[in-house]
C-alpha cells in the first residue's frame, strides 16, 4: 500500500521558520515528481513547490526565496524548509506524488496543519 505521511506542522510566530517533512513507503520513489500542496479555509488548493525525478526544483512566486524543498532519495523522503513565515502561509500542507509518465500513479498524503500568528 502507497503511503504518504506528513510531519512538521506546528504553531509558529510570523517570521519564524517550519520544516515539513513526508515520508514515503510502499513503492519506489525516485521516479516520481514530488511536490507540496496547501490549502487555507476557503480556498482551493495551491501548488507550493515541486521536486522532479532528477531534483530540479520549482516554486510558487509566493513562496521564492522563503521556502527551499529537497528529497533525500536513499530514505524516500521530501522535506520543505520554511523561513519568514508570515500569516498567509497559515493552511493545511499536503505531501504529493505524481508519476511521470502513469497519471493514474497520483498519491496524497494526509496533511499537517501549519499556523503562522501574526
Known amino acids: 500500500q502507497v503511503q504518504l505521511v506528513e510531519s512538521g506542522g506546528g504553531l509558529v510566530q510570523a517570521g519564524g521558520s517550519l520544516r515539513l517533512s513526508c515520508a514515503a513507503s510502499?513503492?519506489?520513489?525516485?521516479?516520481?515528481?514530488m511536490g507540496w500542496y496547501r490549502q487555507a479555509p476557503g480556498k482551493q488548493r495551491e501548488l507550493v513547490a515541486v521536486i522532479s525525478s532528477d531534483g530540479r526544483t520549482g516554486y510558487a512566486d509566493s513562496v521564492k526565496g522563503r521556502f527551499t524543498m529537497s528529497r533525500d532519495y536513499a530514505k524516500n523522503t521530501i522535506d520543505l524548509q520554511m523561513n519568514s513565515l508570515k500569516p498567509e502561509d497559515t493552511a493545511v500542507y499536503y505531501c504529493n506524488a505524481q508519476h511521470p509518465v502513469y497519471g493514474s500513479r497520483n498519491y496524497w498524503g494526509q496533511g499537517t496543519q501549519v499556523t503562522v500568528s501574526s
Open positions: 510502499g513503492t519506489i520513489f525516485s521516479a516520481y515528481a
